[in-house]
């Protein structure tokens, strides 16, 4: 485990060692990764943030507010839906066009997504919406953004469920006939991890993370239900758990460190809320039998198929 104390005495420490890094924000706009974006803002000297959301808007008050924590802060925001692959393509492509040809990514931090209770919502893809964001997208971030991220010290997070994978329909990878939210929780935590597996092998200088938060106070449920139950989420039961839950400022802190950490430098890495590295017996047989091959050509499958649409 790591302590919330460690965690903050190496987060000031970086002042010290990076006046300057560079990172790609893909869903903070709230909750676990705008913590993450403002601490970023607060502890590196001269940051350069580009961050991805669906409503520039929306952000703008939040955009003035990074720039207000550090003045020497360079944030931009790139709007774009993407929970479709062609749009991430696409910003991906602005981005190394912002970074310039000399630039390197430093940090790429993915937390976009929601839970779908409506059952499964197909978009322009052919891809299940929720899934989409929380993991296909995810891992189309890092393949594309894989060539631009500094070969000393780059990291991909993606905050979801490192250490909650589960046993995996083999013959439904992307759950087409057999969706359920407690399946789609197990499935993706675990593709997501061995996604990350192949990703590692292929680039081993770069460090590949996957982390549960926790219970953290961010207001998911109530945003992703409608009707009675969004009701009962946001005035009964998540007040209720916000007696017990983490807030996003100290996991923020915590997403940070596991983002700059030597500790995590290289390698795939699923990780609880603690820091603590987590391989229970059914993620290692998947590893054991070569899954994350398998998982790699069905991401590619689903992408052209996404694409082609």
Known sequence: MVAISEVRAANAALKNT????????????SGIGLATLQAFAKQIPKPRAIIVGRKQ?????ELEHLKQLNPDGNFTFLESDIAL????????????????DDAKIDLLFASQGYISFAGRETNADGLDNSI?????????????LLPHLSPDGGRVVSVLAGGQEGKILEDDLDLERNYSIMQSASQFATMMTLSFDHLAVQSPQLGF?????????TGLLGRSATGILGYLFRYVLEPVLGLFASKPGEVGERMLYYGTSGQYATGSWSLDWDGKAKEGEVLREYREKGWAEKVWEHDQRMFERAVAK
Request: aromatic fraction near 10%; hydrophobic fraction near 45%; charge should be positive.
């Open 209 to 217: 993370i996957h982390v549960y938060p926790g219970l953290v106070s």
């Open 57 to 61: 808007a929306r952000f703008a008050s």
């Open 18 to 29: 990076h006046e300057t890094l560079t990172a790609v924000f893909v869903g903070a706009t």
């Open 132 to 144: 989409s964001l929380r993991y296909y997208g995810r891992v189309r971030f890092a393949q594309n």
């Open 85 to 100: 692959i062609k749009n991430i393509d696409a910003v991906c492509q602005t981005i190394v066009a912002r970074l310039g």
